[in-house]
Nanobody, 124 residues
Framework: VQLQASGGGLVQAGDSLRLSCKDS????????VAWFRQGPGKEREFVAA????????YYSDSVKGRFPISTDNAKYTVYLQLTSLKPEDTAVYYC??????????????????WGQGTQVTVSS
């Protein structure tokens, strides 16, 4: 599993962005994928996750209803659609994958493979 995150940028409050997390391997769809973020001076926090074969989704309370997570198995990619962005959403966003066929969780310790992060900056 090798993950590459992209799609970040500088936007204004209320705007939208779509983050992508592409896997270069061939086992895509057999493991959970999650997005985490780390804002300036803050600890890394869970954002959203999706189970293997595009199963159950989980969201943090702060993004529920605004950041839907989805997969495109044909493109080996997980998307995080950021909508109604707020300045407090400013962070480096990381995608992460767990081992194959494991439960989907909200905890960073359960994810073994991490992308390099993509910066999202929301101005007021």
């Amino acid at each position: 599993v090798q993950l590459q995150a992209s799609g970040g940028g500088l936007v204004q409050a209320g705007d939208s962005l779509r983050l992508s997390c592409k896997d270069s391997g061939t086992t895509f769809g057999t493991y959970p994928v999650a997005w985490f973020r780390q804002g300036p001076g803050k600890e890394r926090e869970f954002v959203a996750a999706i189970g293997w074969i595009g199963g159950t989704t989980y969201y943090s309370d702060s993004v529920k209803g605004r950041f839907p997570i989805s997969t495109d198995n044909a493109k080996y990619t997980v998307y995080l659609q950021l909508t109604s962005l707020k300045p407090e959403d400013t962070a480096v966003y990381y995608c992460a994958a767990a081992r194959a066929l494991t439960p989907t969780t909200r905890f960073a310790r359960d994810y073994d493979y991490w992308g390099q992060g993509t910066q999202v900056t929301v101005s007021s």
